[in-house]
């Protein structure tokens, strides 16, 4: 599978970043890199913007299953495209994908070893602050975004029956 390893990348990547803030940060105290951009140690155990944070402890469990479910079709969708004649050489599709596989592992990990994903990277605008992330979640956003521009390209392919079959 030719793009795993930007999967492995990203897990790396998320995880070191991750260690570092919990190893340099105070938990909730700012560190402006400049402005409208601060390093600012959280956890987050719920889901995305905290969803489900408060929610008692249960969603530690729910959500290591979930990532876990979500990771293997993952994985193995971008297995079925590589073997795919008509999309092995989608390599957009596949590196979105990849992306996003390395994000929800990496998310993963946090969950299942403390319950809680660390998070750090905060942006802002005046007092309107953004929930801090960290890498995975941006590897997830990156690949959610390739995806959509593979299906908007997908479209226009299948309206242009001259288009190139590899």
Known sequence: MKWLWLSVLTVALDQLTKKIAE????LH????IFPGFNFTLMYNKGAAFSFLSEAGGWQRVFF????SIISVFLFFWLKQITQDKQQKHNHLLQIAIAFILGGAIGNLIDRAHT???????QVYYSTYYFPAFNIADSAISLGAGLLILDM?????RNKNPMHDEK
């Open 29 to 32: 105290q700012p560190l402006a």
């Open 64 to 67: 290591v299953a979930l990532s």
């Open 23 to 26: 190893a340099e940060l105070l």
């Open 115 to 121: 319950g809680a994903v660390v998070d750090f990277i």
């Open 152 to 156: 908007l390209l997908e479209g226009k």
